[in-house]
């Protein structure tokens, strides 16, 4: 009898702590992409306060801005088991090295025993990795275009371009923009030189072979993108990049954009978000076309669905985050959360985003994609981190003329 007392009274413990437990909730450790310059972090900021209302759990938010930096470090903390429960990142070859790890789980894994998780996602855009399988949650997808700055334009008497705009007639444009006194192009070579690297490889083929890799510099991709380092030099030497584009930062040369000191920046769609917030007045702004040459038209643009949730292993073996990290994902990428992000944007929602009334930068964009004939992918999506990293860091040795065209890119293949 009292063995069976004490038995009862165990259970009784154990069930008493682990209702205190589930009443104090869990803590997510999720990282995003999310950081404090991003346009959407305070729709981010809100849906996890509502996450966690809803739930009693709580999150440590270790956010931080998207770039290469960020990316490596994401890669380390699954090399050293420092990975976070919840990842919000890029669903392309950046993600194989903890894919093929075992470090995420498949969304058919999670399906088994949460069927509904991701049901509001069309399963034909959801990525696939190179196992064949299925693992990260999409939000919303995203352009890539210009953004010029309508005020530098009128006072250069410069029209803002429509979606026929030519490349000569860009050059023209930039020389007279320089003679009155500004910088042609927003953009730093150090840290974000990819935007216009995905155009200028486009201008030199169509927007149908564009995903196309070199196996050589010899082959028709080599020489894409052999011209268009060579085109990066041109434009660098004609002194259309910003006096200090080898050293500074993503930053500083958006914000010259912002403060009326330079005229074009070829950026995504996020970009609307952080103008949104820190411009004095959107109708300085407006979504115009990057300039075509050879086959390509103005009107092509690169677009698509690049970032998603990922649950890791690690909170999925944990049985008291395992349905936190799923119901994490699934009210940040309901359809009511994702419209709070969504302006212009694509999205994988079966019933689509409906965002609310646009201010004058978003509607610009909605008109400019309303003008698009034809999006290809992100080729840089489509190679190795080591390949990407040493691609866009030679573009520096390129422009100054320290290193060939043809150089940086047979060491770009070498390590893809």
């Given at each position: 009898m009292k063995?069976?007392?004490?038995?009862l009274l165990a259970v009784l413990m154990v069930l008493?702590?682990?209702a205190v437990a589930w009443a104090d909730g869990v803590t997510l450790n999720v990282v995003t992409s999310y950081g404090g310059d991003d346009g959407n972090r305070g729709s981010f900021e809100a849906a996890v306060k509502a996450y966690e209302a809803s739930t009693g759990n709580k999150v440590n938010d270790g956010s931080a801005t998207s770039?290469?930096?960020?990316?490596?470090k994401v890669l380390t903390d699954f090399e050293t088991g420092s990975e976070p429960d919840v990842l919000f990142f890029f669903t392309n070859a950046d993600a194989e090295p903890f894919i093929n790890a075992g470090k995420v789980v498949s969304i058919e894994e999670i399906r088994a025993e949460y069927p509904d998780y991701a049901s509001n996602m069309r399963d034909s855009m959801l990525a696939v990795a190179s196992d064949g399988k299925q693992y990260a949650v999409p939000s919303y997808g995203y352009w890539e275009n210009m953004f010029v700055n309508k005020t530098v334009l009128a006072d250069c008497g410069i029209e803002v371009p429509g979606p026929d705009y030519t490349w000569e007639q860009f050059l023209a444009d930039c020389e007279t923009i320089?003679?009155?006194?500004?910088?042609?192009?927003?953009?730093?070579?150090?840290?974000?030189?990819?935007?216009?690297?995905?155009?200028?490889?486009?201008?030199?083929g169509t927007v149908g072979?564009?995903?196309?890799?070199?196996?050589?510099?010899?082959?028709?991709?080599?020489?894409?993108?052999?011209a268009a380092l060579e085109d990066f030099k041109a434009l660098y030497e004609a002194g259309y990049f910003p006096a200090n584009t080898l050293t500074a930062s993503d930053a500083e040369t958006v914000e010259m954009f912002n403060q009326g000191e330079a005229a074009f920046l070829i950026d995504g769609s996020w970009k609307v978000g952080y103008f949104t917030e820190n411009a004095a007045d959107l109708n300085d702004f407006a979504i115009s076309y990057v300039p075509a040459k050879g086959e390509r038209k103005a009107s092509e643009a690169i677009g698509g669905i690049s970032m998603g949730y990922f649950i890791t292993r690690k909170a999925w073996d944990d049985p008291a985050k395992r349905e936190a990290a799923v119901e994490f994902i699934s009210q940040l990428t309901s359809d009511d959360v994702l419209s709070t992000f969504v302006t212009t944007e694509v999205t994988a929602l079966i019933n689509g985003a409906k965002p609310a009334g646009l201010n004058p930068l978003q509607q610009s964009a909605a008109d400019a994609n309303a003008n698009i004939t034809a999006i290809a992918g992100a080729v840089q999506d489509?190679?190795?981190?080591?390949?990407?990293?040493?691609?866009?860091?030679?573009?520096?040795?390129?422009?100054?003329?320290?290193?060939s065209a043809s150089d940086a890119v047979a060491a770009a293949i070498a390590l893809n």
């Amino acid at each position: 009898m009292k063995k069976a007392l004490a038995l009862l009274l165990a259970v009784l413990m154990v069930l008493s702590l682990g209702a205190v437990a589930w009443a104090d909730g869990v803590t997510l450790n999720v990282v995003t992409s999310y950081g404090g310059d991003d346009g959407n972090r305070g729709s981010f900021e809100a849906a996890v306060k509502a996450y966690e209302a809803s739930t009693g759990n709580k999150v440590n938010d270790g956010s931080a801005t998207s770039n290469e930096e960020w990316k490596a470090k994401v890669l380390t903390d699954f090399e050293t088991g420092s990975e976070p429960d919840v990842l919000f990142f890029f669903t392309n070859a950046d993600a194989e090295p903890f894919i093929n790890a075992g470090k995420v789980v498949s969304i058919e894994e999670i399906r088994a025993e949460y069927p509904d998780y991701a049901s509001n996602m069309r399963d034909s855009m959801l990525a696939v990795a190179s196992d064949g399988k299925q693992y990260a949650v999409p939000s919303y997808g995203y352009w890539e275009n210009m953004f010029v700055n309508k005020t530098v334009l009128a006072d250069c008497g410069i029209e803002v371009p429509g979606p026929d705009y030519t490349w000569e007639q860009f050059l023209a444009d930039c020389e007279t923009i320089k003679e009155n006194g500004y910088t042609p192009i927003a953009c730093s070579l150090v840290e974000v030189p990819h935007y216009w690297f995905e155009f200028l490889v486009m201008n030199n083929g169509t927007v149908g072979n564009h995903l196309d890799i070199p196996a050589s510099v010899d082959d028709a991709a080599g020489a894409k993108w052999v011209a268009a380092l060579e085109d990066f030099k041109a434009l660098y030497e004609a002194g259309y990049f910003p006096a200090n584009t080898l050293t500074a930062s993503d930053a500083e040369t958006v914000e010259m954009f912002n403060q009326g000191e330079a005229a074009f920046l070829i950026d995504g769609s996020w970009k609307v978000g952080y103008f949104t917030e820190n411009a004095a007045d959107l109708n300085d702004f407006a979504i115009s076309y990057v300039p075509a040459k050879g086959e390509r038209k103005a009107s092509e643009a690169i677009g698509g669905i690049s970032m998603g949730y990922f649950i890791t292993r690690k909170a999925w073996d944990d049985p008291a985050k395992r349905e936190a990290a799923v119901e994490f994902i699934s009210q940040l990428t309901s359809d009511d959360v994702l419209s709070t992000f969504v302006t212009t944007e694509v999205t994988a929602l079966i019933n689509g985003a409906k965002p609310a009334g646009l201010n004058p930068l978003q509607q610009s964009a909605a008109d400019a994609n309303a003008n698009i004939t034809a999006i290809a992918g992100a080729v840089q999506d489509t190679i190795t981190g080591e390949a990407k990293a040493d691609l866009f860091g030679n573009i520096q040795n390129v422009v100054t003329g320290k290193m060939s065209a043809s150089d940086a890119v047979a060491a770009a293949i070498a390590l893809n």
